[in-house]
């Protein structure tokens, strides 16, 4: 069936760590993070698997609703209040794992959006850190189609903005200050795209 075109993009197989030389910010970039396959593979189980909901979110003084979908999985086992989230998947756990063991360090809670076609987007924001303690750890994983990932400085308007194409199987971390420093935003495009899914995973705290 596939869809992507990224294959030149996967022929090389390589797995090579990039690290962005940007202010205030720690960004971590792996392309082929999962094989051509294993992410055909997750984009297929988690497209038609996922419980896929809207979201409603305030847009000054109104509610809207978000251009994406979304589902938002959390751990119980730890004693953290995760409401009616679902638990993680067999194949969330699966990334989980692989992505764990990429940083050496612990996930609770994923958020995966669903982008049906380029009329879906998220506009600039940064993670709310206040789940997630000081300084969080936020680890992106992307599935289908090609989507820009722009990052703007929320202080310093001489540091150029910054896009990074983030590709079918990629893996993205922001660390450190990047969520005090820098938003980031996924935009709409008038492009024909086909779905994209992207997961955060994220460390809750009480
Ligand atoms: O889709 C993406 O790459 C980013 C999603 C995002 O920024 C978020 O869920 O907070
Ligand atoms: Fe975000």
Redesign the pocket.
């Known amino acids: 069936m596939k869809l992507f075109n990224d294959t030149d993009l996967f022929a090389t197989g390589t797995r090579g760590t990039r690290e962005f030389d940007l202010p205030d910010a720690d960004i971590m970039l792996i392309d082929n993070f999962f094989s051509k396959e294993e992410s055909d593979d997750f984009y297929d189980k988690l497209l038609t698997e996922t419980q896929w909901r809207e979201y409603e979110m305030p847009m000054y003084d109104k509610i809207v609703t978000a251009p994406r979908m979304i589902s938002w999985h959390q751990d119980k086992k730890d004693g953290i209040p995760s409401g009616n989230a679902p638990e993680f998947t067999a194949d969330l756990n699966k990334i989980r794992q692989r992505v764990e063991t990429q940083i050496g360090l612990k996930f609770n809670a994923v958020?995966l959006?669903l982008?049906r076609n380029g009329n879906d987007g998220?506009s600039w924001?940064s993670?709310k850190i206040d789940k997630s303690g000081i300084n969080p750890i936020i680890a992106?994983v992307?599935f289908g189609e090609t989507r820009m990932?722009r990052l703007r400085h929320k202080f310093r308007k001489d540091v150029p903005q910054l896009e990074i194409p983030?590709y079918h199987g990629s893996f993205l971390t922001m660390a450190g200050k990047t969520n005090s420093f820098w938003e980031?935003a996924?935009p709409k495009t008038a492009k024909e795209v086909l779905p994209r899914i992207?997961l955060?995973f994220r460390r809750v705290i009480r």
């Open positions: 958020l959006n982008y998220v924001h993670d992106s992307t990932f983030l980031h996924v992207n955060t």
